[in-house]
């Protein structure tokens, strides 16, 4: 590793934390595989974000000012989230008192496909793969981070995640009817609108599966999460990961 090396501060959501800790191993394994320096910051907490979607950003100050203390130190912020990332980046509240560390916290936290694209400038990752996938494309990273082209958009398409995975041997990926279509989750919307939020991920799903798909792929553990329980109870043949497992699992 070079001494130049920009050090990396990993951002791990509290779902991923408490529930997918897999996803995050694979993460961290990944950056270090693609010759990154990678610190885990032990004292991290939420980005504030659940509560800030339920209408209280005010009260998420205090946890704004700790992600800040605690990530300003670093070059980079990456996350397998494009959800938190957005948050931090667009829609925590101003921390006057911490100013210039929240703007270089803010214009340098990075989605995890998005970092490797955009900043190790990765064009795509060698390995195999022979599976066949569906990716399903998060509501904040495709319209918000613009992690790839949307159908409602008249644009050139890109997947920055796809992107990587292109040269994967033997992997299939289907051209779903509703390429970007959201899958209920949304957070608390969950919760509100339990029944439309179920059959939006029923939809979701059932997209998936007419096309034979195997695994369902994406890059939000909280949407693959509304996804893998509606997929559990409903007894369907399908299962669900996060990229950075795949791309961790192919590089030797």
């Not at 885990?40 to 509560?51: A, E, I, K, V």
């Not at 613009?146 to 920055?160: Q, Y």
């Amino acid at each position: 590793m070079k001494k130049d090396t920009p050090h990396i501060g990993l951002f791990i959501p509290c779902y991923i934390d408490q529930f997918y800790p897999n996803v995050a191993i694979a993460t961290l394994e990944l950056l270090e595989k693609l010759g990154c320096k990678v610190t885990y910051p032990l004292n991290q907490t939420c980005c504030g974000q659940p509560m800030s979607n339920a209408g209280f950003e005010a009260d998420t100050a205090g946890t704004t000012s700790k992600f800040i203390r605690d990530f300003a130190g670093f070059d980079y912020i990456v996350a397998p989230s494009g959800s938190c990332v957005l948050h931090v980046k667009d829609h925590s509240p101003t921390i006057d008192k911490l100013q210039i560390n929240q703007e270089h916290v803010q214009s340098n936290i990075y989605e995890l496909s998005e970092f490797i694209t955009d900043v190790l400038k990765v064009d795509s990752i060698k390995g195999s793969f022979p599976h066949k996938i569906g990716f399903h494309a998060s509501c904040h990273g495709l319209r918000g981070l613009r992690l790839a082209s949307d159908s409602e958009l008249n644009e050139p398409k890109f997947n920055k995640t796809l992107q990587l995975m292109k040269d994967l041997e033997g992997l299939e990926v289907v051209e779903l009817t509703r390429k970007d279509e959201c899958c209920g989750f949304g957070g608390t919307f969950a919760v509100s609108e339990e029944a439309i939020s179920v059959q939006m991920g029923k939809d979701r799903i059932a997209d998936h599966m007419e096309k034979g798909v195997e695994i369902i792929v994406g890059g939000d553990m909280s949407c693959i999460m509304h996804m893998q329980g509606i997929a559990t109870r409903e007894k369907n043949n399908v299962q669900l990961m996060h990229f950075a497992e795949i791309l961790n699992q192919v590089i030797s």
